[in-house]
C-alpha cells in the first residue's frame, strides 16, 4: 500500500479544492463553474456578519468576484439555464443542477419518514396537498406569503430556534422530498418555493432515477474529487452518507469498494493517521501551493474538524453558539491559510453602516512564518474591498493584532485602544 506524508496529504487536499487554480482579474462564470466542480457543493447558512456563507468559498479560492455570478447560476434565465439549486447535499447547499436526480433516493427516504420527523399524520394529508397547489398557483412564494391562508392557530414557542408555522412545516418536507424545489432567496433570505418544473432544466427532471447504489457511487465519486485524499468516514460526511451498509447499496462504504474495484480510488497510508486513506486517481500533487486565503467556518476544506487537525495541525471550532465569555477567539473566526499551511485566525465583522471591516482578535498560531502579519494584511485589504468597505479597524484582543495594525498602516487602518 502506498504512503503519503502529511505534508503531501494536506498538498493534495489544497488542489482539489480549487487553491492551485489560477486567479483571474475578473472571473466569469467559467471560472466559477470551474470552482464549484472543485468543492462540489457550498453550504447555505444564515449568519451574515461578514459573508453569507456560499459566497465565501468562491471568494476564498477565486479571490474579488461579482456576486451576481452566483446570483446568476442559481437563478438562471431564458438564455442561461440554471445551473445550481438549493438541497439538503451536506447540509443546506447549492449544489449543481445534475446532482438532482441523485438525490431521488434520498427524497424517497424522507418521504418514509413523513409522519415521524414532521409530525404531519395521515389527516393532515389536506393541509400538504393546500400547500402544493398554493405553491404551483403563486409560486415563487415564501412560507411567511401562506402563513395566514394554512394557519391553525396562533403559534406556540416550544423550543428554541423552531417556531415554525404550519405552511413553513409543510414547506419543509415537501422541498425534502423533492415535490417543490427552492426558486432562490429574497431580499431577507427567506426561502421562495415553487415547484420543480419550474426551478430545474427539463433535461434534469427528464432524467431516469439512479438506483441508490448508483447514487451511493456518483456522491461518493464527487466527494473523493473534492477530498483528493480521505478517509472513508470525511468521504461519506461530505454528502452526508451512511457509512456502514444500509441494505440498499447506498451507503458509503459500499460505494467506497465499487470504486476501488473500478480502479477510481487507490488505498493509501497517511502518516499518522489512524484510519486507512483512499487517494482519487485523478488527485494531483503538486510540489508546493502558493494560495492565501481567509476561510469561512462553513469551507469545505475545513467542514470535517478532525480532518482539519490531522491536515493541518490546527483546532478548530466555530464559536456561534458559546455564551460570549466563554468564547476562546471570538463569534466568526476565519483560518488563515498561507502557502499549503492555516498559520493564524482571525474574528471578523463588516460594520456596513459604518463601511468598516472589524478585526475583533488576531492570532497567530506557533508554526506561523514571520510574513503571516503582512500577508493577512493584504488579504485584509482585499476583503474590505470586496465588501465595499472603506476602512479596517483592528482591535488589540490576540497576539497577532499590534503587527496587523503595523502593517496595515494608520492611513486607512485605526488600532483601537
Known amino acids: 500500500m502506498e504512503s503519503l506524508s502529511v505534508g503531501q496529504a494536506r498538498r493534495i487536499a489544497l488542489a482539489a479544492q480549487g487553491?492551485?487554480?489560477?486567479?483571474?482579474?475578473?472571473?466569469?462564470?467559467?471560472?466559477?463553474?470551474?470552482?464549484?466542480?472543485?468543492?462540489?457543493?457550498l453550504q447555505v447558512d444564515s449568519v451574515n456578519v461578514l459573508q453569507r456563507a456560499h459566497y465565501m468559498p468562491l471568494y476564498s479560492r477565486m479571490g474579488p468576484y461579482d456576486v451576481d455570478l452566483l446570483h446568476r447560476a442559481s437563478g438562471?434565465?431564458?438564455?442561461?439555464?440554471?445551473?445550481?439549486?438549493?438541497?439538503?447535499?451536506?447540509?443546506?447547499?447549492?449544489?449543481?443542477?445534475?446532482?438532482w436526480p441523485f438525490m431521488r433516493h434520498r427524497m424517497a427516504a424522507y418521504r418514509q419518514r413523513r409522519g415521524k420527523w414532521w409530525s404531519l399524520p395521515d389527516t393532515e394529508q389536506a393541509l400538504e396537498s393546500g400547500v402544493l397547489a398554493a405553491v404551483r398557483d403563486r409560486g415563487p412564494v415564501t412560507a411567511r406569503d401562506?402563513?395566514?391562508d394554512f394557519a391553525s392557530g396562533p403559534r406556540v414557542k416550544q423550543h428554541w430556534g423552531w417556531n415554525w408555522s404550519e405552511a413553513r412545516k409543510v414547506l419543509d418536507y415537501l422541498y425534502l422530498v423533492g415535490d417543490v424545489?427552492?426558486?432562490?432567496?429574497?431580499g431577507s433570505?427567506?426561502?421562495?418555493?415553487?415547484?420543480?418544473?419550474?426551478?430545474?432544466?427539463?433535461?434534469?427532471?427528464?432524467?431516469?432515477?439512479?438506483?441508490?447504489?448508483?447514487?451511493?457511487?456518483?456522491?461518493v465519486r464527487r466527494a473523493a474529487r473534492s477530498h483528493g485524499v480521505a478517509s472513508a468516514r470525511c468521504l461519506a460526511d461530505y454528502y452526508r452518507m451512511r457509512l456502514q451498509p444500509a441494505g440498499d447499496g447506498s451507503d458509503a462504504r459500499t460505494a467506497i469498494g465499487t470504486l476501488v474495484e473500478a480502479g477510481e480510488l487507490q488505498p493509501v497510508q497517511v502518516q499518522g493517521w489512524k484510519r486507512p486513506a483512499y487517494l482519487h486517481t485523478g488527485a494531483r500533487l503538486p510540489r508546493k501551493v502558493r494560495a492565501r486565503a481567509l476561510l469561512s467556518p462553513f469551507d469545505p476544506l475545513v467542514w470535517e474538524r478532525e480532518r482539519t487537525e490531522r491536515l493541518f495541525d490546527f483546532h478548530y471550532r466555530i464559536e456561534i453558539y458559546v455564551p460570549a465569555a466563554q468564547r476562546v477567539h471570538g463569534?466568526?473566526?476565519?483560518?488563515?491559510?498561507?502557502?499549503?499551511?492555516?498559520?493564524?485566525?482571525?474574528?471578523?465583522?463588516?460594520?456596513?453602516?459604518?463601511?468598516?471591516?472589524?478585526?475583533?482578535?488576531?492570532?497567530?498560531?506557533?508554526?506561523?512564518p514571520p510574513e503571516t502579519a503582512g500577508e493577512l494584511a493584504a488579504e485584509l485589504r482585499q476583503m474590505a474591498t470586496w465588501l465595499a468597505l472603506d476602512d479596517i479597524v483592528v482591535e488589540p484582543r490576540g497576539d497577532l493584532a499590534p503587527a496587523l495594525a503595523a502593517e496595515l498602516g494608520r492611513r486607512r487602518t485605526t488600532l483601537e485602544l
Open 331 to 368: 463569534y466568526y473566526v476565519l483560518p488563515f491559510l498561507l502557502g499549503d499551511r492555516v498559520v493564524g485566525r482571525v474574528d471578523l465583522k463588516a460594520d456596513r453602516q459604518a463601511g468598516r471591516l472589524l478585526v475583533k482578535a488576531a492570532y497567530a498560531e506557533e508554526s506561523a
Open 76 to 99: 438562471g434565465s431564458g438564455r442561461q439555464p440554471r445551473q445550481l439549486v438549493e438541497y439538503w447535499a451536506h447540509v443546506q447547499a447549492l449544489m449543481p443542477v445534475e446532482l
Open 146 to 148: 401562506l402563513e395566514a
Open 189 to 219: 433570505f427567506e426561502v421562495l418555493y415553487d415547484v420543480p418544473e419550474r426551478v430545474l432544466p427539463a433535461d434534469v427532471l427528464d432524467a431516469p432515477t439512479p438506483t441508490p447504489a448508483e447514487a451511493g457511487v456518483e456522491l
Open 19 to 41: 487553491f492551485l487554480d489560477p486567479r483571474h482579474a475578473r472571473p466569469t462564470l467559467r471560472t466559477l463553474r470551474r470552482t464549484v466542480a472543485r468543492t462540489g457543493v
Open 181 to 186: 424545489a427552492i426558486a432562490g432567496r429574497n
